[in-house]
């Protein structure tokens, strides 16, 4: 009985423990937080059936803020983050956005500058854990004898001539100088292009070179130099790069490495092939960044675009032949490359991007921001291309991206520059949510580039979505995340125009003047002429005249009593017409008035439309004035108003003789 009751428990127990292993093989892993030593962290080696809990679990630092972070979502209603220390400076315009992040900028550098000039001050290190920057930099060199240390020291504070300096000095006295320093020193001024970095918080002085390139004259038919007209020129015959390696009895792969990608970033293309070529005749074996800088090159050395593939081809294959691996940055500069080789880069970039994934290479978004371009150059005919867009989404939607390539944060806003161009709507909802995954928002760019981006979303919201939708949109990144411009504000009140929702426009007004657009002459006398167009019910014309008025202040005076707009004919009219169809005639005749003052000529419709109100009202006074201001500007429609008022009105004598007199003036004028 006994051995049977026993026999029965261990039957029940080995059926729970099945049970419970499935249930945990069920939903997943679990963590386990138990306090051991260090030693005790690697995990046991099981069989498949058996379960494996860690017995401890090591956190980042940053985990707790990240775990915090993850449970709350943007606040609409709340400024971004980097201007959220002083809530009473909080920008509300694009103007003020721009101030405040050059202010804030500014003060950024002045405190460095205190900090790196006067660092004996600085001393005391409050933070835990450390945080190197902000601690003083050293900007003097501790070491100053001349050896191969201070040397070093020189490269690691990235004093291009300082180190330069200090190598002719060391070559003079005889001494010795490793390979491995050497190449440092080469791609020390490779990459700084032969002359000391721009320094933060320092004047930077013109040197003469500097004069010379910007004193250049205007080329192009009067274009000024661009920033690439400058960089063309900054790759001088025997600079310090080419002298120093030439000093060198045995450059190898590294020297050859840091001189032609310094060649080709400073756009002396040609030396860059003659460079390798010496690198090949030295029996030497390029790295995969000097083919990188090489296929980057290529479409400037041929003029062809078969020629330019046929160059990247030859390439890759002397890749192949030199074992030498090709990385991510290999495929993003092929199609970059493939972007300047016309219809045959769109036959070659899928076999590209395939040839690449067969070795294990995944693609970034700079990757399929080449591919974007390659496919829809701007200002193109697509020709039926436009699938190519949403294949592309079809591969990075849900993803999260890191930063892997420089040209990552271009994808965005291409993305949405091809969704605008094609009007599709459904591929901009998917490129902004892919925007959302993740940390992706880190690439979508600097200021400038968030502020491309989002416009272009909005004009294309305004364009394809009914207003409901478009005002969400507006309410939630406006003005927490997008300062719209003044054209995209014109955009909005298209779509106002095109859903019938003019009602808004009072609301719409009120963001204008907040978004600092009030003076911006040609949104305002859209908006005033959407007002103007249709007449509506009394509640909504009578929040128009509120507008108008309010605008009419803006045409007044500005900030310190400028004059920031100029009074048209055209807006004019758009207020006296607004006004009169709220039953404003006192104001409207107030504006009436400036036509004289401002040299504006009122249109005939307007004269008939305003004689129409007064003959409603019954103000005799102001028909006959009206009639002598249209005969003061002489124009046509004169008689047939004072045949009107001489009709519609009882006129007293004097009034009589006054439009006769004015009749015997038009007559003779005629």
């Given at each position: 009985m006994a051995s049977s009751c026993s026999q029965a428990l261990r039957r029940h127990v080995c059926k729970s423990c099945t049970i419970l292993r499935l249930h945990l093989q069920?939903?997943?892993?679990?963590?386990?937080?138990?306090?051991n030593s260090a030693a005790d962290q690697q995990p046991a080696v099981s069989s498949p059936e058996e379960i494996v809990i860690p017995k401890k679990k090591t956190w980042s630092k940053e985990a707790v803020l990240q775990a915090l972070a993850s449970t709350v979502s943007r606040d609409p209603t709340a400024s971004d983050y980097r201007l959220q220390d002083d809530p009473y400076l909080t920008p509300k315009t694009s103007s003020e956005f721009k101030l405040f992040s050059l202010s804030q900028e500014s003060g950024k550098n002045a405190a460095k500058y205190f900090i790196n000039t006067y660092p004996k001050y600085f001393q005391k290190d409050y933070a835990q854990p450390h945080?190197?920057?902000?601690?003083?930099?050293?900007?003097e060199a501790q070491i100053e004898e001349v050896s191969e240390a201070a040397l070093i020291e020189r490269i690691h504070m990235r004093k291009v001539e300082a180190a330069v300096d200090l190598y002719d000095q060391l070559q003079q006295a005889g001494t010795p100088v490793s390979l491995d320093v050497t190449n440092q020193l080469l791609d020390l001024i490779c990459f700084y292009g032969d002359s000391d970095p721009a320094q933060e918080n320092v004047p930077k002085q013109r040197s003469e070179e500097t004069e010379d390139v910007q004193d250049e004259p205007q080329t192009k038919k009067g274009r000024a130099s661009k920033a690439s007209d400058q960089l063309k020129a900054a790759w001088k015959e025997n600079n310090n790069a080419e002298r120093i390696f030439a000093l060198l009895s045995e450059?190898?792969?590294?020297?050859?490495?840091?001189?032609?990608?310094?060649?080709?970033k400073y756009c002396a293309y040609s030396k860059a092939f003659s460079t390798y070529t010496d690198l090949l005749n030295n029996r030497l074996k390029a790295d995969v960044n000097t083919f990188n800088a090489l296929i980057t090159a290529a479409p400037e050395v041929k003029e062809k675009y078969n020629e330019k593939w046929e160059l990247i081809v030859d390439l890759l294959k002397e890749m192949a032949e030199q074992k030498v691996k090709p990385n991510l940055l290999t495929l993003n500069a092929v199609l970059k490359a493939l972007r300047h080789c016309g219809t045959l880069g769109k036959s070659q970039a899928f076999p590209v991007i395939s040839e690449m994934k067969a070795l294990s290479i995944d693609p970034s978004l700079a990757s399929y921001n080449h591919l974007l371009n390659i496919f829809y150059k701007p200002g193109a005919p697509f020709l039926g291309q436009t699938g190519i867009l949403q294949e592309v989404m079809n591969e990075v939607s849900g993803k999260s991206f890191t930063p892997q390539d420089p040209d990552d944060a271009q994808f965005f806003i291409t993305a949405v520059r091809i969704c605008l161009d094609t009007k599709d709507i459904e591929q901009a909802y998917r490129?902004?949510?892919?925007?959302?995954?993740?940390e992706n928002w880190r690439l979508l760019g600097?200021?400038?580039q968030q502020n491309i981006y989002y416009a272009r979303f909005f004009s294309l919201l305004c364009m394809m979505e009914n207003i409901d939708v478009m005002l969400k949109w507006y309410r939630d990144l406006v003005p927490s995340v997008y300062y719209p411009s003044s054209n995209i504000m014109r955009d909005l009140l298209q779509a106002l125009d095109t859903d019938n929702r003019l009602d808004l426009i009072?609301?719409?007004w009120k963001d204008i003047k907040q978004l600092g657009h009030a003076n911006?002459?040609?949104?305002?006398?859209?908006l005033l002429t959407l007002m103007a167009r249709e007449?509506?019910?009394?509640?909504v014309q009578e929040s128009f005249a509120e507008c108008a008025l309010d605008i009419k202040k803006m045409y007044d005076t500005g900030d310190r009593g400028k004059v920031i707009m100029s009074w048209t004919a055209t807006s004019l009219s758009d207020i006296i017409s607004v006004l009169l169809a709220a039953q404003r005639r006192q104001d409207a005749w107030e504006i009436l008035k400036l036509f004289k003052t401002h040299n504006r000529v009122p249109s005939e419709e307007l004269l008939n439309k305003f004689l129409m109100c007064i003959m409603e009202s019954g103000e005799v006074n102001h028909a006959v004035e009206l009639v002598q201001i249209s005969a003061g500007f002489c124009l046509p429609e004169t008689p047939k108003l004072i045949q009107r008022v001489q009709q519609e009105f009882q006129l007293s004598e004097q009034q009589k003789n006054i439009l006769s007199d004015l009749e015997i003036q038009t007559f003779n004028s005629d």
């Open positions: 069920k939903s997943g892993p679990k963590r386990s937080f138990v306090l945080i190197p920057c902000l601690m003083p930099e050293t900007l450059p190898n792969t590294h020297s050859y490495s840091a001189l032609i990608r310094g060649m080709v490129v902004h949510e892919l925007l959302g995954v993740g600097k200021d400038l009072p609301q719409i911006r002459q040609k949104l305002v006398e859209d007449k509506q019910n009394q509640e």
